[in-house]
Every structure is written in C-alpha cells, then in structure tokens.
C-alpha cells in the first residue's frame, strides 16, 4: 500500500516537552465535526490549558458512523473527517498554537463489510487475509448471523443480496438466523464488528500502519488503545507496538475491578480513567446514606437488597442470550460441558485473568480463577485447570470470553436492574460499595502510575459527571428523597423495574426534554431485559414508556434539583479539581469544562458549540477551576509528587486535600516522582521517590528547616492581599467570607446552608463543644509528626508547588453550622489562590480558605 497522500513531510513546531500530554481535551468526531472543526477551536484549547486534543477514531470507518470504532480501512484516514490532507492541516494549526495529537485506535475488531474479509468470504482459507480474521471454520465455511424472514437471498451477477446485505457468490460461507453467534469472535455480542489477530504482527502492521506513520512524522504524540481485553496477547500487542511506536504515551481502555491494578508487565502508561472516575465519584458520596437507599430501592422496585445475586443471574442470562457460540468453542477446546463453561465464566469477577501460554500463571489468575470456581459446582474443576494450565487456545478463548460476558452482564444488565444510587452504576463501578475516604483516597493515588489518563466523563459512562454530582447529593438526604420519590410516584407510574431509575436520572438531567428522556428510558429498559429487551421489542411496553416520560417531564421535579443544587455544584468543581490535580495525565471530556448533563450514549455525544460560554454561576464556576488548573499542570509539568494533606478539627473528614510539587523539583528516577503517604519515611517503589504521612500531613520546601514549619502551625498566618484580616476567631465564617474582592460572583456553601431550600439534617449536638476543646497533647504530637515529615519530604527532594483543597459532603457540613474551627496547615512559603487572588501561609480557617468557592487551588506564590 502507498503512503497516504499528505504524509509525506514531518510537522515539529511544538516544543519537545509538550510531546508528552499533561493533559488532553477529548473531542468527537463527526461527519458534522471534522478536523477543520477541531483546527477552529485549537486557540479556544489553548487557552482553556490543555496539552493535547484527544480524538475518536479517524481511520476510515462505515461512512454514516457517529463513533468510527466500526473501521472499514486501516490504509485510509477517513474521508469525512477531510481525509490525510485535513488531518495534516490540523495537526499543523494545532502545533502552532502548542497542541498536541492523541488518537484512539482500534485494534481488536473491525466492521465486517471491508474489502479483507470480503476475500475471505469469497475466496476462503486460500485468501492472503485469511490469518487477519478470527474464524471458527466449519466445512470450510464461516456462519454469517443476518437472515431474519423468508425472505430468499437473490443472486445479482458476482453478488449475492439479502436486504441490504451483499456477500461474494458463491462464497465460503453460509448464512444463519440472526440471533445465532457468527463463525468469528466479535466485539462484544456485535456481530457486525469482527475480531482482528494483531497477534500475528503481519496483521499489526497491516492494520497500523498509518498510525505508525502518523507518529514518525510527529503528527500524532500518544495512543488511546480501545477495549485491550479482546486480545489474545494483551501484553505482546502492547511490546509491539511500543518496540514500533517508540516513547509515544499510550494509555488502554482497561477495565478495573475493585482492588484489581493494571498489570505491571504491560508495556504502557496507564488505563484510560475509569478506575480513578470511581474513586473520584466516592469521595462525594456519603456511606450512611447506604442503607437507607438500598431499603428504598428494594421496596420500590421488588429487587433483591443484595447486589451480588442480581449481577450473577444477569451475567447467567447474557450468556443464554448472546454467548452461545463462544461458550460452544471453548466447551470444544477444553473439551468440557457447556454447563462448566457458563457457569465459571458467569462467576469470574474481572474482565481478565492475565494468564500468558507457556507461562506459569500468576498467583494473582490463581486467585482470582480459584475464588469464581469455589462459587461454582464441582463440574468446574476439569475447566479451571484447563483455563490456567491446558492448551493456549483453551486459555485464550477463556480470557477473550471473560471481558464480552462482564461487559453485557454487569455494564449493560445489572448496572440497569440494581440502582440505589445510580450515580455509583458506572464503567467498572460496583453500585454496593458507598463511599470512599480520603485516606483511601490518598492510599489510591499513591500507588498511580504516574501518566495513566484520569477521567471523570467519556463517551461510554453512564451519565456525566455532573449528573453524578447531584445524584451524589441523594446520599445525605435519603428521607427527603424518599418524600419527594412518594409524591411523584403518587401522580405517575409506569414500571416498577424502571421508574425509580426514572426519577433519580430526571431529577439529575433537569431540565431533559421528553424526547431525550423517552430515549434514555428506552434504552435503559432494554439493556435491563426486565420487561423489553433489543431482540425482544413490545411495541405496547414502549408506547406506555413514553407516554410515563412525557407526563413526567411535566412534574415539578425541578424543584427538587434546584434545592440541591448548592451542594451539587460543590460536588461538581470538587470532583473536577481533585482529578485534574490528582497523579496522572487529566482528560476533560469535550464541553465538561462547563456544566453538562448528559445520559448514556448517544446523549452525551450530542454535538458541543465553541466557545463554551457561561450560563449560569455553576459554569462560571467550573470553567474558571478547570482553566486555571488545567494552566497549572502545564506549568508543574507531568510526574508532579503528591502529598497527602489533612485537615484538623470536627470538620475535617469533610475535606479532601493534597500538595503537588513540580516534576523538575523532584529527586526521582528517570524523571517520575510520587509522594506516598506514611510517618517519617521516604520508600522507592519501581525507581519512584515516594514519601508517605499520616493525620496533619504537611509538606516542606526542600530548603525551610522542619522546626519552622513547626512553627508555622502552630500559629495562625493568614498573610496579606485578598486573604488577609479575617480575624483570630477561627469560627467567624461571615467575617472569612467578607474578606473576598470577587464575592457574590457564585453560590458556595456557607450561603446553601442559610438558603431557605437548605435541606433539613440533623446536627450532631456535641460537634460544636469539641470544635473548641483544646487537645494540648495531641497537637503537641501532631507538630511533633509534622516536623519528622517534613524532613522527610526535604530528604526526598519534594518542593510543593501547589495545594488542592476541596469540600465533602457539602450537606453534612451545612446542617453542622459550616466549617467551625478546622483548619488546614499548607506547606511552608506564601501560597496565592488562583480562583480568588488571596495570599495564604501557615494554618489557615477552612471557612476563610473556602469562603467565597468550595474549592480552592493554590500555586506558590514566592519562589
């Protein structure tokens, strides 16, 4: 094949650090939103502070495909999009105002009307394409799941035609009812997307080689690797490609589970987010919340309280449904019942068990294999050992089955039929667990690598982060929820299964027209396969539906919203400061730098108009925290250390706070530095300096002697400019917050707290009493610990260039009278807040630091 046309000369005019993202803006692409599109919006990036823009597939694709995961041609870039040349002329507008390019590539599947499986089809295994295709032979012909009537095919010269379908005749083929599995492994249960071997490196390179081209001429910086899982060799494919693509920062499409971590052996730079979106997502939802949720959930839907039965039968339901032809294959190779097949795959946890032929298996696969057949019957036992130790096909076909039945069963079944808190029913996200600390927070973000990609929004979670932001509210109101749920229900109802899902996401996506609300409920129910499902339509179910979305939408049920919306907001610029601050390399999904509530795809990949301009004080709010601190990670560069801070006082679990210090400021190896949380020691982990800390955790200049900052805690310092003067009543609240220039620009908590749609909570009666209650001996210890951290983190050469705070459960706090006397030591020098000015240095009132937002991000000021 030639080159493409316009590939032919190298675009360098960034500077060489920029290469590597710090952080990356995702767009998707369109027929609508081509390449020149995203060239007209490169200075409205730039200045937002991004790196890197981050885009959807651009290899040629089905031309009506509003996602281009369904290539066509891998030798093409796609001609909607304007092609090689477009793409050329992007890149080079992008890099004259310093962008950078990441791009998502495919390289596990395909869409099966392409010109290689066409001679396959027609040709059979003579085909020069025949090693390109995962196929299942059977006398010499793949089985093609498309007839659906009586319909006969018709012959038309060289083609044969069934509907819209073609097919060479005559062909090594044969066609079956289209509910049968296909003669090839596919994406998912999507028989038109059809599994590649880029096991074979002919066909990795066949299939990669404009993306290599792209990268040599320094068009193209990094690579988002989509759904890995489906690989055979995960972890050869990944060696390959780097042997081939060099340095380029490459991040895959993993899917974490619970504690579950990305292998060490794969040859990238981290997952694309999912893992830190729910870790993200739990700081802003209250555990006590739990409970009383799940008793409402299950009294109104009929559901089981228990989440794990629910997910076990619908991963059994899946497997009847779709995975017939796949559980057949693999009960062949290993030569067991069906029965085992189903059974062990419905009880595997993950998406994968990481288990190479010809290797021992890791004691982790042991685990993890072991642990779903000890749920299972004792005919499991002849397919576990072959699965962990039998033939490689018999260990890959397993592998390669785990990740479509997880996907089908939990992310497209149980997520929709267990929700008591739909907020927690995301990609990778167990709907059960309630809540995560800021320690586990802190514990989490130590052991990130250092440039995986953190996300709060793609364009396959369930719903925006903002309308997990106000679902995250319901977990400290469950009773006015319940109240307000009662009334609804009492005016319109439809389904038991659905309408409680019903409620939460109107309430979160207000206001919805009923036309994306009917659309988002059709979908949930058919992915619930409670009462409707895609292959089985009612047309008599559906019409009810929409005539419940249309008389819901009707409700007032905007009033609800706008009550919580105080504390929503809150949740909201939290959740986006702590991930754009946080380890890692930031991703800010195209139009989330302002509000946005979007359901599930295709919702959230509506079309995004740039500029973004502000609507309300939330967009205000939240395009000024992701501007500012999308510029500050520009400045700190990647690899920035991470130090856990900690608040003190009755209050302090409602704050998550954190210092980074800039990448050239950190003793580490080959440039990559983490902080680590725990007393008095500084640990290498892989090469990494790491310095971990305990409660009152501060972080010092490399320069300033611990006893000093020592010192510096002991005593308030509010320092000059716009946070000077609040007074020594640590208390005060209203004289913190008059202390602001930019005051009354946006709601913030303290005023939710006094606004008459405040949510009613009960106030613990002694939290004011201990507020004030002098604790000599453990400040004393505190001080003590802070110092031998201090030289920790001076003895691992971390300079703290920047400080993160930001509010947790906002409504708690206000029902307790506000933030009180907990206060928050930053680390030594003068620290300005770059969302209101202020100067800061020592131990600051959190009620004066978070007066006017409720986060506040600050950059050190007198270096």
């Known amino acids: 094949m030639s080159r493409p046309p316009g590939t032919s000369r190298r675009v360098m005019s960034r500077p060489p650090g920029l290469t590597r993202p710090v952080s990356t803006y995702r767009?998707?692409?369109?027929?609508?939103?081509?390449?020149?599109?995203?060239?007209?919006?490169?200075?409205?990036?730039?200045?937002?502070?991004?790196?890197?823009?981050?885009?959807?597939?651009?290899?040629?694709?089905?031309?009506?495909?509003?996602?281009?995961?369904?290539?066509t041609d891998h030798?093409?870039?796609?001609?909607?999009?304007?092609?090689?040349?477009?793409?050329?002329?992007?890149?080079?507008?992008?890099?004259?105002?310093?962008?950078?390019?990441?791009?998502?590539?495919?390289?596990?599947?395909?869409?099966?009307?392409?010109?290689?499986?066409?001679?396959?089809?027609?040709?059979?295994p003579a085909s020069p394409y025949a090693t390109w295709f995962d196929l299942d032979w059977v006398d010499g012909k793949v089985a093609l799941p498309v007839l659906g009537d009586d319909t006969p095919p018709v012959v038309d010269g060289d083609v044969l035609r069934y509907h819209e379908h073609a097919f060479p005749h005559p062909g090594h083929y044969r066609l079956v009812d289209w509910r049968e599995g296909p003669g090839y492994r596919r994406f998912f249960d999507v028989s038109t997307l059809?599994?590649?071997?880029?096991?074979?490196?002919?066909?990795?390179?066949?299939?990669?080689?404009?993306?290599?081209?792209?990268?040599?001429?320094?068009?193209?910086?990094?690579?988002?690797?989509?759904?890995?899982?489906?690989?055979?060799d995960p972890r050869g494919y990944l060696e390959r490609l780097r042997a081939r693509a060099g340095n380029a920062w490459t991040?895959?499409?993993?899917?974490?589970?619970?504690?579950?971590?990305?292998?060490?052996?794969?040859?990238?730079?981290?997952?694309?987010?999912?893992?830190?979106?729910?870790?993200?997502?739990?700081?802003?939802?209250?555990?006590?919340?739990?409970?009383?949720?799940?008793?409402?959930?299950?009294?109104?839907?009929?559901?089981?309280?228990?989440?794990?039965?629910?997910?076990?039968?619908?991963?059994?339901?899946?497997?009847?449904?779709?995975?017939?032809?796949?559980?057949?294959?693999?009960?062949?190779?290993?030569?067991?019942?069906?029965?085992?097949?189903?059974?062990?795959?419905?009880?595997?946890?993950?998406?994968?068990?990481?288990?190479?032929?010809?290797?021992?298996?890791?004691?982790?696969?042991?685990?993890?294999?072991?642990?779903?057949?000890?749920?299972?019957?004792?005919?499991?036992?002849?397919?576990v050992q072959e699965v962990l130790y039998g033939s490689a096909e018999a260990i890959v076909r397993f592998q390669q089955a785990c990740g479509p039945v997880m996907a089908k069963g939990v992310e497209d079944t149980a997520l929709y039929r267990w929700f008591p808190l739909a907020c927690l029913n995301e990609v990778g996200g167990?709907?059960?667990?309630?809540?995560?600390?800021?320690?586990?927070?802190?514990?989490?973000?130590?052991?990130?690598?250092?440039?995986?990609?953190?996300?709060?929004?793609?364009?396959?979670?369930?719903?925006?982060?903002?309308?997990?932001?106000?679902?995250?509210?319901?977990?400290?109101?469950?009773?006015?929820?319940?109240?307000?749920?009662?009334?609804?229900?009492?005016?319109?109802?439809?389904?038991?299964?659905?309408?409680?899902?019903?409620?939460?996401?109107?309430?979160?996506?207000?206001?919805?027209?009923?036309?994306?609300?009917?659309?988002?409920?059709?979908?949930?129910?058919?992915?619930?396969?409670?009462?409707?499902?895609?292959?089985?339509?009612?047309?008599?179910?559906?019409?009810?539906?929409?005539?419940?979305?249309?008389?819901?939408?009707?409700?007032?049920?905007?009033?609800?919203?706008?009550?919580?919306?105080?504390?929503?907001?809150?949740?909201?610029?939290?959740?986006?400061?702590?991930?754009?601050?946080?380890?890692?390399?930031?991703?800010?999904?195209?139009?989330?730098?302002?509000?946005?509530?979007?359901?599930?795809?295709?919702?959230n990949r509506r079309p995004v108009t740039y500029p973004r301009k502000p609507e309300t004080s939330w967009d205000s709010a939240k395009l000024l925290v992701t501007t500012q601190a999308l510029r500050l990670r520009r400045r700190l560069g990647g690899a920035a250390a991470y130090l856990p801070l900690r608040a003190e006082g009755a209050r302090a679990d409602h704050v998550i706070a954190f210092a980074r210090a800039s990448a050239g400021d950190v003793a580490a190896d080959h440039g990559i530095a983490s902080a680590r949380a725990s007393a008095g020691d500084v640990a290498g982990d892989r090469g990494i300096a790491s310095a971990r800390g305990s409660a009152g955790d501060v972080a010092a200049d490399v320069d300033v002697d611990p006893r000093q900052l020592d010192?510096?805690?002991?005593?308030?310092?509010?320092?000059?400019?716009?946070?000077?003067?609040?007074?020594?009543?640590?208390?005060?609240?209203?004289?913190?917050?008059?202390?602001?220039?930019?005051?009354?620009?946006?709601?913030?908590?303290?005023?939710?707290?006094?606004?008459?749609?405040?949510?009613?909570?009960?106030?613990?009666?002694?939290?004011?009493?201990?507020?004030?209650?002098?604790?000599?001996?453990?400040e004393h210890q505190a001080r003590a610990e802070a110092g031998e951290r201090a030289q920790a983190v001076a003895e691992a050469g971390v300079r703290p260039r920047a400080v993160v705070v930001a509010t947790r459960l906002p409504v708690g706090l206000a029902a307790s009278g506000g933030w009180g006397a907990t206060t928050l030591t930053l680390p030594a020098g003068t620290w300005r807040d770059l969302l209101t000015g202020g100067l800061f240095t020592g131990r600051i009132p959190l009620a004066h630091l978070l007066g006017q937002y409720p986060v506040s991000l600050l950059e050190r000021h007198d270096l």
């Open 27 to 71: 767009v998707q692409l369109t027929p609508d939103f081509g390449f020149a599109q995203v060239a007209e919006i490169a200075g409205y990036l730039r200045d937002l502070g991004v790196s890197h823009v981050y885009l959807s597939p651009i290899l040629q694709s089905t031309p009506e495909s509003r996602h281009g995961y369904d290539v």
């Open 75 to 124: 030798s093409r870039i796609r001609e909607e999009f304007g092609g090689a040349t477009g793409f050329r002329k992007m890149a080079q507008q992008l890099a004259a105002q310093d962008l950078g390019i990441v791009v998502d590539i495919v390289p596990n599947h395909m869409n099966t009307v392409n010109a290689q499986f066409w001679s396959v089809l027609k040709d059979g």
């Open 194 to 232: 059809i599994g590649l071997r880029v096991e074979d490196p002919a066909v990795l390179f066949a299939t990669h080689e404009v993306i290599f081209w792209l990268l040599d001429e320094g068009l193209v910086d990094g690579l988002r690797v989509d759904h890995p899982d489906g690989l055979a």
């Open 251 to 383: 991040v895959v499409e993993k899917i974490l589970i619970g504690p579950e971590r990305l292998p060490a052996d794969w040859a990238c730079d981290g997952t694309t987010g999912y893992d830190v979106l729910n870790r993200v997502n739990g700081l802003f939802v209250d555990p006590a919340g739990k409970e009383p949720l799940i008793r409402l959930f299950a009294g109104l839907t009929g559901q089981p309280a228990e989440y794990r039965p629910v997910m076990a039968q619908a991963k059994q339901e899946v497997l009847d449904l779709f995975f017939g032809a796949e559980v057949d294959r693999l009960a062949r190779v290993t030569s067991c019942d069906p029965a085992a097949v189903r059974e062990l795959l419905a009880a595997m946890p993950v998406y994968r068990a990481y288990v190479v032929p010809g290797e021992p298996p890791p004691a982790s696969a042991i685990d993890t294999v072991e642990l779903a057949a000890a749920s299972c019957s004792a005919a499991v036992r002849p397919l």
């Open 430 to 603: 167990e709907p059960d667990v309630f809540g995560v600390s800021a320690e586990e927070f802190h514990e989490f973000c130590a052991d990130l690598p250092p440039y995986t990609m953190t996300t709060l929004s793609t364009h396959d979670t369930k719903r925006s982060e903002d309308v997990r932001a106000r679902l995250s509210v319901l977990s400290e109101m469950p009773g006015e929820w319940a109240a307000a749920v009662a009334e609804w229900s009492a005016q319109v109802s439809f389904d038991p299964h659905l309408d409680y899902l019903a409620w939460q996401n109107l309430m979160a996506a207000w206001p919805i027209s009923a036309e994306r609300f009917t659309d988002y409920l059709l979908k949930a129910a058919r992915e619930a396969k409670t009462a409707i499902s895609w292959v089985n339509p009612d047309p008599d179910y559906e019409r009810r539906l929409r005539a419940f979305a249309e008389a819901a939408v009707r409700l007032p049920v905007g009033g609800f919203t706008e009550r919580i919306d105080p504390y929503a907001m809150s949740n909201s610029l939290g959740a986006k400061l702590v991930q754009l601050m946080m380890p890692g390399v930031p991703d800010v999904y195209q139009g989330n730098e302002t509000s946005d509530f979007s359901l599930v795809d295709p919702d």
């Open 711 to 778: 010192a510096d805690a002991a005593a308030p310092d509010f320092g000059g400019g716009a946070g000077a003067g609040a007074g020594a009543d640590l208390g005060a609240d209203a004289e913190a917050r008059g202390d602001h220039p930019h005051q009354a620009a946006n709601a913030h908590l303290t005023q939710a707290a006094t606004s008459d749609h405040r949510p009613q909570a009960a106030a613990s009666d002694h939290q004011a009493a201990d507020e004030h209650h002098a604790q000599p001996t453990g």
